[in-house]
C-alpha cells in the first residue's frame, strides 16, 4: 500500500507567491522522486534525491531530503501560472524497481 | 522521436465486456508498467514487467491482465471482472537507470464504462 504522504492536498496562490509541499514516511526511505503533471496531462519526472540531507536545485525550484531520510519537501519561488499542475512525490523501490507515488499536492496559481 | 504511444485515448466500454489497452515504446527500455489514476488522487500500481514473457502484479491486480510478447509492447486488458473500471490509465517506462531519469509516462487513456 501506499507508503508516502503529502501535505498539503491542495494549494492556491497568488502568481508570484511562494509554495511548499511536504512528503512524509514513517519508515526510512531509499530515495525520494518528485513528478509534475500538468491538468489533463502525464506526469513528467522532475528529479531524485539519494542522500541524506541533500538539497538540489532547478531554475525556481528546491528540492530537500530530510536528514533522518523520512520526508522531503518541494519549494517553488515566485510561482507562475506555469508552474499549475499536481506534484507527486515517490519512491523508487530499488530491489524491484517499481515506483510507489504518494497522492500529490494539487497546485493552482491565480494570476 | 522516441517515445511512449498509448491509443486509443478515450474508450468507453459497456459493462461486461473487456478491453484492451494499447501501450508501444521505442525507447529500448527494458522495464514497463501500468498505473490507474483516480480523480484527485495519486497513481496505482496494477502490473509491471521487467523483462519480456515475465510480469508481476501490482498493488490493484485484479481484474486486469497484461502480456509482455515483445519489449516494445505491453497491452492492459480490463476484464468484466474489474468492478469499477472508469479511470485513467498511464502506462510507463523505464531504463535500469530509474533513478537518473525516472519513469516515461504516455499521455494515458481515459477508460468510461457505459
Known amino acids: 500500500g501506499q507508503q508516502v504522504m503529502q501535505i498539503p492536498q491542495y494549494q492556491h496562490v497568488q502568481e508570484g507567491e511562494d509554495f511548499t509541499t511536504y512528503c512524509n514516511s514513517s519508515?526510512?526511505?531509499?530515495?525520494i522522486q518528485w513528478y509534475k503533471q500538468r491538468p489533463g496531462g502525464h506526469p513528467v519526472f522532475l528529479i531524485q534525491?539519494?542522500?541524506?540531507?541533500e538539497v538540489k536545485k532547478q531554475k525556481r525550484l528546491t528540492f530537500q531530503f530530510g536528514e533522518a531520510k523520512k520526508n522531503s519537501s518541494l519549494h517553488i519561488t515566485a510561482t507562475q501560472t506555469t508552474d499549475v499542475g499536481t506534484y507527486f512525490c515517490?519512491?523508487?523501490?530499488?530491489?524491484?524497481?517499481?515506483?510507489?507515488f504518494g497522492p500529490g499536492t494539487s497546485l493552482s496559481v491565480i494570476p | 522521436d522516441g517515445g511512449i504511444t498509448q491509443s486509443p485515448k478515450y474508450l468507453f466500454r459497456k459493462e461486461g465486456q473487456n478491453v484492451t489497452l494499447s501501450c508501444e515504446q521505442n525507447?529500448?527500455?527494458?522495464?514497463m508498467y501500468w498505473y490507474r489514476q483516480d480523480p484527485g488522487q495519486g497513481l496505482r500500481l496494477i502490473y509491471y514487467?521487467?523483462?519480456?514473457?515475465?510480469?508481476q502484479k501490482g498493488d490493484i491486480a485484479e481484474g486486469y491482465s497484461v502480456s509482455r510478447e515483445k519489449k516494445e509492447s505491453f497491452p492492459l486488458t480490463v476484464t468484466s471482472a474489474q468492478k469499477n473500471p472508469t479511470a485513467f490509465y498511464l502506462c510507463?517506462?523505464?531504463?535500469?537507470?530509474?533513478?537518473?531519469?525516472?519513469?516515461?509516462f504516455g499521455s494515458g487513456t481515459r477508460l468510461t464504462v457505459v
Open positions: 510507463a517506462s523505464s531504463t535500469p537507470r530509474t533513478g537518473e531519469y525516472g519513469y516515461t
Open positions: 519508515t526510512t526511505l531509499s530515495n
Open positions: 534525491l539519494v542522500k541524506s540531507g
Open positions: 515517490a519512491e523508487l523501490k530499488t530491489s524491484y524497481d517499481k515506483v510507489i
Open positions: 525507447l529500448n527500455h527494458d522495464a
Open positions: 514487467s521487467q523483462i519480456v514473457n515475465d510480469f
